[in-house]
């Protein structure tokens, strides 16, 4: 038996042994990138005058997004052909559509375009250079791109190159490509190289339309006030803004019975909405999150058609909107903000789909836990109905509201008994932040948000002070800062033409941490 239990035990061991050696591991991870071989005409060519280039790699590599990432500087009238696109290959070939400038450096940025088709190891920031002349150009520039409003990163920013002679104007980054261009790509710097000696104009623009030109509509912008002299040592940081477009309202559309939706660019603070037609009333709100405004109207009236007039500073102008027969209108619909807990700090909403027109203060019963009647105010805008009252602390609360207690603008009332009950939390569930700042030389504006830069709440100073914010719910805030120069009370973004910079933002280096019952005291010097 014990001889018959060993040779199996040997026979285990065999059959095991022979299974691993039939299941190889393949060898260790290919993690290098593909290797350049050679290329035709040579790298950095003088005198060239050649129509294709032929990039030869180790190894094949595919393209990928090189739309995205390839940049050719100077810019090309007619872009370059790019080959294979989408299929593995060991050779790159460009085929040039373009007559190239004479006496100039030219340099094919690849970006993180090209990798290897196997394992996806990048060749990163492959360029290829050549020259028209009898040199290859050697000066560079660089730098960095912030937001000059958020901290949030933006990505793919072009930086051009414009010499400074006397062809250049305000309207030139509107038609003209720049002479050199650079990328950031997923980083916030960026690097020029290969330049002439001369003097230059920077500009920063998020080029969502790929072609080398500014678009105020769709991208951001940032420029150096003064011309760059190259060569320059230090470094330059451009700060990147999108522009406030002047005021265009778009065509209106009935989105339902009685309900108008103009859509519109620019600022919409002076707008005014009237009806031309007798006998209307109306109302009217602004989503600034999605660019509308919402015009609500009712009438005895058999209307094809609302013809309006809009106001806005000293502009007037006429919009007809048809009205659709078979539209209906919405049904009232109430919601709150209501999550089971109302923070100390903040206002009990009651908000509607429609404009809310009124509440009947008979049909509310507002309570705490001991059935004791709440003493409140009731605000009312727009869509909005606000209870303001004393919050007491560790407290529960039922508000309800009987049926056809809110009506809407339409006439419109809840069908429905609407019960909410919640509670408070004490002061000590939640912290405080003191800012003392100085250095302040004009009104700032103090603002305290979320790690998604939310505003969480604002103070506006305009001396050195202790600046405070309270019942702050745990978590980690960030400080923002705004000069506020023209003492608007609000943050204003550049324009290129008028030559105006954006309002200065600071934020406060790192993130502030509260936590229960916690007082963290900070000092902020703006100088």
């Given at each position: 038996m014990k001889f018959r239990f060993f040779v199996i035990i040997l026979l285990l061991l065999s059959v095991l042994g022979c299974a691993r050696r039939g299941n190889p591991s393949g060898g260790p991870k290919d993690e290098s990138e593909p290797i350049l071989i050679r290329t035709i005409p040579e790298f950095?060519?003088?005198?060239?005058?050649?129509?294709?280039?032929?990039?030869?790699?180790?190894?094949?590599?595919?393209?990928?997004d090189l739309q995205k990432h390839l940049v050719v500087s100077p810019p090309l009238k007619y872009p370059a052909i790019v080959t294979p696109l989408g299929t593995p290959s060991k050779k790159i070939t460009i085929s040039i559509q373009d007559t190239l400038l004479k006496n100039t450096t030219y340099t094919f940025n690849f970006g993180e375009s090209i990798i290897d088709n196997s394992e996806g190891n990048i060749l990163s920031n492959f360029k290829y250079i050549f020259s028209t002349g009898s040199y290859i150009d050697s000066l560079s520039i660089q730098g960095v791109i912030t937001d000059a409003f958020s901290k949030k990163k933006n990505e793919y920013i072009s930086v051009f190159l414009y010499p400074a002679d006397t062809t250049f104007n305000d309207s030139t980054i509107y038609k003209e490509k720049p002479l050199y261009v650079a990328?950031?790509?997923?980083?916030?710097?960026?690097?020029?190289?290969?330049?002439?000696q001369g003097k230059y104009h920077l500009i920063a623009i998020k080029d969502e339309n790929k072609n080398y030109l500014f678009d105020a509509k769709k991208d951001k912008i940032g420029y150096i006030d003064s011309i760059i002299t190259i060569p320059i040592e230090k470094k330059i940081t451009v700060k990147l803004f999108q522009e406030e477009l002047p005021f265009k309202l778009i065509n209106g559309l009935e989105v339902s019975k009685g309900h108008v939706v103009f859509g519109y660019?620019?600022?919409?603070?002076?707008?005014?909405?009237?009806?031309?037609?007798?006998?209307?009333?109306?109302?009217?709100?602004?989503d600034k999150k999605k660019d509308s405004v919402h015009f609500y109207y009712k009438t005895d009236k058999k209307l094809d058609s609302l013809q309006f007039v809009l106001t806005t500073g000293n502009v007037k102008e006429e919009k007809t909107v048809k009205l659709r027969s078979k539209v209906e209108m919405?049904?009232?619909?109430?919601?709150s903000n209501l999550r089971g807990i109302l923070h100390l700090a903040d206002?009990?909403?009651?908000?509607?789909?429609?404009?809310?027109?009124?509440?009947?203060?008979?049909?509310?019963?507002?309570?705490?836990?001991?059935?004791?009647?709440?003493?409140?105010?009731?605000?009312?805008?727009?869509?909005?109905?606000?209870?303001?009252?004393?919050?007491?602390?560790?407290?529960?609360?039922?508000?309800?509201?009987?049926?056809k207690t809110i009506t809407d603008f339409f006439g419109q009332q809840q069908k429905d008994t609407l019960n909410y009950t919640f509670r408070t939390k004490r002061k000590d569930n939640y912290g405080s932040i003191s800012l003392n700042i100085?250095?302040?030389?004009?009104?700032?504006?103090?603002?305290?948000?979320?790690?998604?830069?939310?505003?969480?709440?604002?103070?506006?100073?305009t001396e050195n002070k202790i600046v405070e914010f309270n019942l702050l719910k745990p978590a980690k805030y960030t400080i923002r800062i705004i000069t506020d120069s023209n003492a608007n009370k609000k943050w204003d973004t550049g324009n290129y033409r008028s030559k105006l910079q954006p309002e200065k933002v600071i934020y406060f280096n790192g993130e502030i941490n509260v936590k229960e019952n916690w007082f963290v005291k900070e000092a902020i010097d703006l100088k």
């Open positions: 950095k060519s003088i005198q060239f005058n050649e129509k294709e280039i032929k990039i030869y790699f180790d190894e094949y590599i595919k393209l990928k990328n950031t790509l997923d980083s916030i710097g960026w690097k020029i190289d290969n330049i002439k660019e620019g600022n919409v603070n002076k707008l005014n909405i009237k009806p031309i037609q007798k006998n209307i009333k109306y109302t009217t709100t602004f919405d049904s009232l619909k109430i919601t206002t009990l909403i009651i908000m509607g789909n429609n404009p809310l027109e009124k509440i009947d203060k008979k049909g509310i019963y507002f309570v705490d836990k001991d059935s004791v009647k709440v003493t409140y105010v009731i605000a009312k805008k727009g869509k909005q109905i606000k209870f303001i009252f004393d919050k007491k602390e560790e407290q529960n609360y039922q508000l309800r509201l009987l049926p100085t250095g302040v030389k004009k009104q700032i504006i103090v603002q305290l948000l979320t790690d998604k830069e939310e505003i969480v709440q604002e103070k506006i100073s």
